[in-house]
């Protein structure tokens, strides 16, 4: 068995299909929290400093803009009928 991104590098019109494919994240990962093992399976490990992906924000602005009311914290419910529509409560 093969990648598909050595599958698709064998072919001869590789180069017009190759933008097609996603990138490989695993081996250019500088912390090492998505590793793609030798049969192209992904495995997820936490960071060193714990956490799966980095934070969007630090808790100092996510604390600030909650106070303020500028973000709202609660679950989001998404419609299993329609998944464009859903509600945080």
Sequence with gaps: AQTVHAFVASLPNAAEV???LAPVHGA???DGADDLSADGARSKRKRKD???YPPHL???ELTAGL???EFHQGKLRVSRYNPSRGSVG
Excluded: E, P, V, Y
Aim: hydrophobic share 25%; proline share 0%.
């Design 18 to 20: 190759q933008d097609l």
């Design 50 to 52: 714990g956490q799966h």
């Design 67 to 69: 106070q303020s009311g």
């Design 28 to 30: 250019a990962d500088a």
């Design 58 to 60: 630090n808790m100092s």
